[in-house]
């Protein structure tokens, strides 16, 4: 098992960057594919960015596909989000998650669902 806590979020303007960062800290990060959701105020959570346990394979989100990276740092525990030319809609509590061995096809026919450890979340604003 792992524990998530993430960091880096913030207000920014329409246009802008920001890069979120995920550590864990368990003996097993290495072998758990690893996710980004988010959830916007009276909405429910969504599946934003996932990356395989190697880093080998990623899977996004069609309303970030091309604005946001998703990447990790075994070595270091760390997962990262990076997200450019961020709007309005943008605009939740964004959540890590990991899964152990979960698979990228998994996470495609479920919207990840299967995630079970979360982090407590960290306020991304959009500002228009």
């Known amino acids: 098992q792992v524990a998530l806590v993430e960091s880096g979020g913030g207000l920014v303007q329409t246009g802008g960057s920001l890069t979120l960062s995920c550590a864990a800290s368990?003996?097993?990060?290495?072998?758990?594919?690893m996710g980004w959701f988010r959830q916007a105020p009276g909405k429910e959570r969504e599946f934003v960015a996932a990356i395989s346990w190697t880093g080998g394979g990623t899977y996004y989100a069609d309303s970030v596909k091309g604005r946001f990276t998703i990447s990790r740092d075994n070595a270091k525990k760390t997962v990262a989000l990076q997200m450019n030319n961020l709007k309005p809609e943008d605009t939740a509590v964004y959540f890590c998650a990991g899964r152990y061995l979960l698979s990228i096809a998994t996470i495609k026919a479920s919207g990840g669902r299967e995630f079970d450890t979360w982090g407590r979340g960290t306020q991304v604003t959009v500002s228009s």
């Open positions: 368990g003996r097993t990060f290495t072998s758990h594919t």
